[in-house]
């Protein structure tokens, strides 16, 4: 029986990668010059696949989705990571109020949009934020073989280089927050997109105002990995 579960994890692991094989091998193909900023979106993450994964959007000029791909493992290690970031996902969704949880993959993608954490063009947290921060470091502890990247975004309203600088301020401002109320700043890397990953419709006010957030994406560490190795015989 576990032979079969084993089998059947691994076939689910290598169509994965084969989709986003063939979905960057077409990306490629187009030709970056040619590239609106949601098609640059759909690459941006694979170079920055070490830690706690990557984010690949849609080239179609759908809104981007997110897969958690550069911590991935798989096989039998993989179907134990994923059972331990089902509770904490699940405790994540109980415990913080106002966002958005995700299970992808091996990892979960933790989304807080613009109004939870700052005012209009601000990289300061509001107190709502710190709120909302707080309890989010209250289950992250209870997890410490994680590692966690914190990405900021914004909407597609002022220059690239403007924000591409504000949404590495507000990743800081989160980042910091976290590292100065116990979370490792080992755990914690800091990624500014500014408007090249939008996951909402920036023609409109309600999706300019979805596009102003910060994402969490959470996957195992390599103490975490290993364990699961050896706990599956991987």
């Given at each position: ?12 692991y ?8 063939c979905?960057?091998g ?7 010059k ?6 640059k ?5 694979t170079a ?11 080239a179609s ?23 331990k ?17 995700e299970?992808?993959?091996e990892g979960i993608?933790?989304?807080?949009n ?35 990247e ?6 597609s309203k002022g ?8 949404s ?6 989160v ?20 408007e ?15 596009n102003?957030?910060v ?5 195992a ?14």
């Amino acid at each position: 029986m576990g032979d079969i579960f084993k089998q059947k994890t691994n076939t689910m692991y290598t169509v994965k990668k084969f989709i986003t094989c063939c979905m960057l091998g077409s990306l490629l193909l187009v030709g970056c010059k040619s590239w609106n900023k949601t098609q640059k979106g759909a690459v941006i993450g694979t170079a920055a696949g070490a830690g706690a994964g990557a984010v690949i959007g849609r080239a179609s000029g759908n809104t981007a989705m997110g897969a958690i791909i550069g911590a991935a493992v798989g096989g039998g290690a993989g179907a134990i990571i994923g059972h331990k970031m089902d509770k904490q996902a699940q405790e994540i969704k109980s415990n913080v109020k106002g966002v958005k949880v995700e299970r992808v993959g091996e990892g979960i993608v933790v989304e807080f949009n613009n109004k939870i954490l700052f005012g209009f063009d601000r990289s300061d947290l509001t107190a709502e934020a710190k709120t909302g921060l707080s309890d989010l470091v209250t289950v992250l502890n209870q997890y410490p073989d994680t590692n966690i990247e914190i990405q900021g975004h914004t909407d597609s309203k002022g220059t690239d280089s403007y924000n591409e600088k504000l949404s590495k301020r507000r990743a800081d401002a989160v980042a910091d927050y976290l590292s100065n109320r116990g979370i490792r700043s080992g755990r914690l890397t800091r990624r500014g997109y500014g408007e090249d990953v939008p996951k909402y419709d920036n023609s409109s006010a309600d999706g300019q105002a979805q596009n102003r957030r910060v994402e969490f994406l959470i996957a195992a560490n390599e103490k975490m990995q290993a364990e699961a190795k050896k706990e599956s015989g991987n």
